[in-house]
């Protein structure tokens, strides 16, 4: 990849990677429905919330990211994809179009289409790393933590520095390398160990 003398990032025509467009808010939606009819491959992870106002409560379908969606290639038409109302700009990073690694789209699409209970999650970069043994997330890596009486798994975007969290049985998954137990004191994270 390299810099057109505009400064701007180029990418190469064969660019099948993922990449996260940054979207006005709350158009996320509008934003991925018009780029899947113009023929990109879009990817925008939702998920089921309750809103309670004074007089009644709503269930709302809302982005698990919010402000982003996710494309992958196209890049070589990036004018079509700016010129689409609602987005602001393709994340870079430095003076590159900051590519979001396969696994991580595949473990955040594993994790909505296969589990009930998904949310948002403030990013984390400390915590046991664990794999999903068995089950609908099997293979799935993420950090596990403890929220009141169960466990979540924690699957991150590291270029968004977004991370969701879905319900998870701690007995289903396995560690995957041991963090350093300073450096989760030091988020105060309580360490999880999971035993069957």
């Known amino acids: 990849m390299c810099v057109s003398s505009s400064g701007e990032p180029v990418q190469r025509e064969a660019d099948h990677a993922w990449h996260a467009l940054f ?13 899947s009819s113009k023929g990109f491959e879009v990817f925008l992870p939702l ?3 309750i ?13 698990l990211f919010p402000s982003y969606v996710f494309l992958r290639g196209g890049l070589q ?32 699409r594993k994790i909505v289409e296969c589990v ?8 984390l970069k400390c915590g ?19 929220k009141r009486n169960g ?3 924690v ?5 968004l520095g977004r991370s969701v969290a879905a319900e998870i049985d701690a007995s289903s998954v396995e560690r995957v390398s041991v963090r350093n137990a300073v450096a989760m004191s030091c988020c105060g994270l309580p360490q999880i160990t999971a035993c069957s």
Not at 82 to 93: E, K
């Open 116 to 123: 009930a209970r998904v949310e948002p999650h403030p990013f």
């Open 155 to 159: 699957v991150s975007v590291e270029i």
């Open 77 to 108: 038409r990036r004018l079509d994809i700016l010129a689409t109302p609602g987005v602001h700009f393709v994340v870079v990073s430095g003076s590159r179009f900051a590519d979001i690694p396969e696994e991580e789209i595949n473990a955040v």
């Open 23 to 35: 979207t006005r808010h709350r158009h996320e939606k509008c934003v991925a429905h018009i780029l």
């Open 151 to 153: 466990f979540r798994l």
């Open 47 to 49: 998920y089921w919330s």
């Open 51 to 63: 809103h309670r106002w004074k007089d009644r409560d709503k269930q709302l379908c809302l982005p």
């Open 128 to 146: 046991d790393h664990v794999r999903v043994k068995y089950g609908p997330l099997t293979g799935v890596e993420g950090i596990l933590i403890r």
